[in-house]
């Protein structure tokens, strides 16, 4: 288990807060590139790595990362995110802020200090994918590829809800979307920094983290930036990465290149076909065939 914050002598850039990140073996390059970015964020010694199998654990050692190794615990994929919900959960019990990120929300130029609001019980990017209700109905949906929970008595009473509509929905999105339209969160008006809303019968306010702050468009200027992948193998996400995350176009054919000529790099893809073929025939996979930390068709569709 993680340890929690180290009180007076915690060293840490923004004490209290954990950064949660989940990765599995089919998303280890991109997670790679992910943590490029994060280290030059500084906040680094904040991290907590939630790892899903043998291959995913050992990177996390190697790179000398904290993490927590769930591989046991999971075994249908599908239970991967209310698993990492789990951790989440135990997190803010403890007394620990828990800022959940996807290993593909990049962070680019985050603020902590001024995008964390301890009076707010959670803070969530937001997107258009699903569920479709919360756009028609708020014009966005609550993304949980990022978001901050603070370790409030209002979010220790309102988890077990979120856990239990999670494990049935086999999604923490759609559940906390769910909740929080069935329960009728009010928004307010829209602020620089995003949309605060309460929830009365949950109890619970909720910041929409404006898309300045948080894009799933563009990287241009914003804090993190949570780009829509498509396509399931890792390497073609990594393909569309180059150029996304690319100073200039120049820049993004040569990383292009590098990844297509990269051949150990598609074995992994090779192996991950290998195995769904081998679950299709019923004769049972190595490892999980879901990559984790992105969107998959059976987890959750493309742009979400
Ligand atoms: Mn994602």
């Known amino acids: 288990m993680a ?3 180290e009180g007076p002598t915690d060293r840490r850039p923004l004490p209290g807060y954990v ?3 989940a990765i599995d073996e089919n998303y280890l390059d991109i997670f790679a590139l992910w943590l490029e970015w994060f280290e030059r964020s500084g906040y680094l010694p904040q991290l907590t790595v939630i790892t899903y199998d043998t291959r995913s ?10 993490h927590v190794r769930l591989a046991g615990r999971v075994r ?4 991967i995110y209310v698993s990492r919900l789990e951790v989440v959960g135990d997190l803010i019990g403890s007394g620990t ?5 996807d290993a593909d929300a990049f962070w680019l130029r985050p603020d902590l200090p001024s995008m964390t609001k301890p009076a707010v019980d959670l803070q969530i990017s937001v997107g258009h994918g699903i569920p479709r209700r919360a756009i028609d109905e708020w014009g966005f949906s609550l993304c949980c590829g990022f978001f901050i929970l603070h370790s409030t008595a209002r979010t220790k009473a309102f988890l077990p809800t979120w856990l239990q509509a999670s494990r049935e929905a086999n999604h923490d999105q759609r559940a906390l979307n769910d909740l929080l339209l069935e329960h009728e969160i009010e928004w307010g008006a829209e602020e620089s920094s995003g949309r605060i809303g309460y929830c009365r019968s949950l109890d619970m306010h909720v910041e929409a983290i404006s898309p300045d702050v948080i894009s799933r468009v563009t990287p241009t200027g914003v804090q993190i930036y949570h780009p829509y992948l498509s396509g399931r193998y890792q390497q073609v996400k990594m393909l569309q990465l180059a150029t996304k995350l690319a100073p200039s176009s120049r820049m993004a054919l040569r990383r292009q290149a590098r990844i297509v000529l990269d051949v150990r790099a598609w074995q992994g ?3 991950q076909l290998a195995n769904k ?9 190595t490892s999980p065939a879901e990559p984790v930390g992105g969107e998959t068709s059976s987890r959750r569709s493309v742009g979400d």
Do not use: W, Y
């Open 57 to 66: 654990t050992k990177f996390a050692e190697r790179r000398g990362l904290t």
């Open 277 to 285: 073929a081998r679950v299709r025939t019923g004769r049972g996979a």
């Open 3 to 5: 340890s929690p914050p």
């Open 97 to 101: 802020h828990v800022i959940n990120t």
């Open 76 to 79: 249908d994929p599908r239970q």
């Open 269 to 271: 893809t090779f192996r």
């Open 19 to 21: 950064v949660l990140a």
